[in-house]
């Protein structure tokens, strides 16, 4: 069970690590940190790392207007990514962020089963076992 991080937040939060892929070429970028926020209808990757990998980014005149929380906008463009996260394989046009850490929201949260354990500051995945 991954323990809620400390490095990046004031206030302990759950942080996945995840693995981008090129589309394309298949070539991987490891280790990207990413807040579970299930707040966020979108998920948003960091855009150094995306430019690490070499991804073209949608058409630089096409970006998408986001509203935090205060109630600010910003616009961000976006990339077409293969994101793995826990064993699994997200496939999709995600949106960039000028930051160290990502966000994955509820387009990638609503599919996973998770056990977020506050008291103990862990997260869990609880997929089902299948066994043979």
């Not at 991954?2 to 981008?20: E, G, H, I, Q, W």
Request: charged fraction near 20%; proline fraction near 8%; include cysteine.
């Amino acid at each position: 069970m991954p323990s809620y991080d400390t490095t990046y937040f004031k206030l302990p939060a759950p942080l996945a690590r995840v693995t981008l892929r090129h589309p394309d070429s298949g070539t991987l970028v490891s280790d990207i940190p990413m807040l579970l926020d299930y707040g966020s209808d979108a998920t948003l990757v960091p855009l150094a790392s995306v430019q690490q990998l070499g991804v073209p980014i949608v058409a630089l005149d096409t970006s998408y207007e986001l509203r935090a929380f205060d109630g600010s906008t910003s616009f961000a463009p976006s990339a077409n990514l293969h994101l793995l996260c826990l064993s699994r394989i997200f496939r999709g046009r995600y949106l960039l962020i000028d930051q160290e850490w990502g966000i994955l929201g509820r387009d990638i949260l609503n599919l996973l089963t998770l056990l977020m354990d506050g008291p103990r500051l862990t997260w869990s995945d609880q997929r089902p076992v299948i066994k043979n």
